[in-house]
């Protein structure tokens, strides 16, 4: 398996170090650079990381600032944004300009590498218990329209299923293997759920899904008997 090359971002060295060495203790996972905000444009550039956490209150560069460089690159990275929710009030700012999820800073280490393989392979990093958390602290995130959420009646029993999937955060590989389909199947599955849901990213038809309470009769299926 290639090794997932990852820029950890953050004006805290201790937050840098930590991250560092819990990710280096995977085979597949090496931080090839860390950085703050104002080393983190040339620091990405020159290490072409597959994915970069970034926090995004810093002192110097405000990650909003290196989010907008990393989208200007040919072939951008994958951001996840570090964050604790109680004080970030910028994340809306950055689910819209690109960010593929975002992480909860005291995330568990043994959880952080699966996380990192998770937004590599194209998923985001969208756990039910952390956009339940981003949706109590940021009630705006969560403010969608009523035609916004009756869209969700357009999709059809498997665009359904494949929808809580993604707001799981798994990628198109890992949905294909738990659904037993294509990844080419899966990929036109998550088209047309974008399309049907007029939303132009997973992160956004995630959201969707936790405030439309997918999630919940998810939940509610997974721990009902199998009456078939």
């Known amino acids: 398996m290639p090794v997932i090359r990852v820029v950890v971002v953050d004006d805290e060295a201790l937050v840098r170090t930590g991250?560092?060495?819990?990710?280096?203790?995977?085979?597949?996972?090496?931080?090839?650079?860390?950085?703050?905000?104002?080393?983190?444009?040339?620091?990405?550039?020159?290490?072409?990381?597959?994915?970069?956490?970034?926090?995004i209150r810093m002192p110097d560069v405000d990650g909003l600032t290196v989010l907008r460089q990393i989208r200007e690159l040919p072939v951008p990275p994958r951001v996840a944004i570090l964050t604790t929710f109680d004080t970030d009030e910028y994340i809306l700012t950055a689910l819209g300009s690109g960010a593929s999820g975002f992480l909860l800073k005291d995330t568990e280490p043994e959880q952080l590498a699966q996380l990192v393989r998770t937004l590599a392979a194209g998923g985001v990093v969208m756990s039910p218990k952390a956009s339940r958390a981003l949706l109590r602290s940021h009630p705006r995130v969560g403010v969608f329209k009523d035609a916004d959420i009756s869209r969700v009646n357009l999709l059809s029993k498997r665009e359904r299923d494949v929808l809580v999937l993604v707001a799981e955060g798994l990628s198109n590989a890992d949905i294909a293997t738990r659904v037993h389909l294509s990844v080419s199947t899966i990929k036109d599955h998550v088209?047309?759920?974008?399309?049907?849901?007029?939303?132009?990213?997973?992160?956004?038809?995630?959201?969707?899904?936790?405030?439309?309470?997918?999630?919940?009769?998810?939940?509610?299926?997974?721990?009902?008997?199998?009456?078939?």
């Open 19 to 55: 991250f560092q060495m819990i990710l280096n203790a995977s085979d597949d996972i090496r931080v090839v650079a860390t950085a703050d905000g104002a080393q983190a444009n040339d620091v990405i550039r020159r290490e072409l990381p597959h994915v970069v956490l970034l926090d």
């Open 191 to 228: 088209s047309s759920i974008l399309t049907k849901l007029r939303m132009s990213s997973r992160v956004q038809a995630a959201l969707l899904a936790e405030r439309a309470g997918l999630l919940i009769q998810s939940d509610d299926s997974s721990r009902r008997p199998n009456d078939e």
